[in-house]
């Protein structure tokens, strides 16, 4: 399997190296004829409307639409790959699209500002625990039929780890954590993505 990277903007490299960790291929994705050769993507953090504008102008954006309706591929966002995945955004901009493809609605850096970034502990499936970063970091303000909730900050309970069919969405980064090696919620992409 390779996984690709969507690589308009954002952080490529350490969602790349976690893969290799896992002894996953990946390739960076930032061309719409390299979409043809990937059943997997993900979507790293950046920003969202910038990222709006770069999948328009490539092309990039209407074969992933198509690709979601088929049920061809599997996609990971993470932060603002998590806005781009939300079926509704509450606070975003006119011109800002999404790929209507998690049935969420999300709040843009509802968890702060940058100055505010910071490391939360997250309960994976209910009983592992991992500290990844939220950085200018989406709240999920409600959810919808035929999602499932996988993660949720611990003091709170509040969800930051959802899925939907061949989707999954996260809050936070999970290549940045305190420990550096941890992989869980890339792992379960993967089993997201194996599924038929």
Do not use: W
């Amino acid at each position: 399997m390779t996984v690709g990277i969507l690589s308009l903007q954002g952080d490529v490299e350490l969602h790349q190296f976690v893969l290799s960790q896992l002894g996953i291929k990946s390739a960076k994705i930032n061309k719409l004829t390299q979409l043809d050769d990937i059943s997997s993507l993900i979507i790293p953090g950046g920003e969202s409307t910038t990222m709006s504008k770069l999948l328009i102008s490539s092309g990039i954006y209407e074969q992933i639409v198509k690709r979601i309706k088929e049920k061809s591929i599997a996609i990971f966002g993470t932060c603002a790959g998590m806005i781009l995945l939300a079926n509704k955004i509450y606070d975003g901009r006119e011109d800002q699209i999404s790929f209507n493809a998690i049935n969420v609605g999300i709040k843009r850096n509802a968890f702060g500002r940058q100055i505010e970034s910071t490391f939360k502990t997250v309960v994976i499936r209910g009983d592992s625990e991992i500290e990844p970063s939220f950085i200018r970091a989406p709240r999920i303000a409600d959810i919808g039929d035929d999602v499932v909730v996988l993660g949720t900050l611990k003091q709170t309970a509040e969800p930051v780890l959802v899925t939907q069919g061949k989707m999954l969405a996260s809050s936070f980064h999970p290549e940045l954590s305190k420990e550096s090696c941890d992989n869980i919620v890339h792992r379960i992409f993967l089993e997201i993505a194996e599924e038929k």
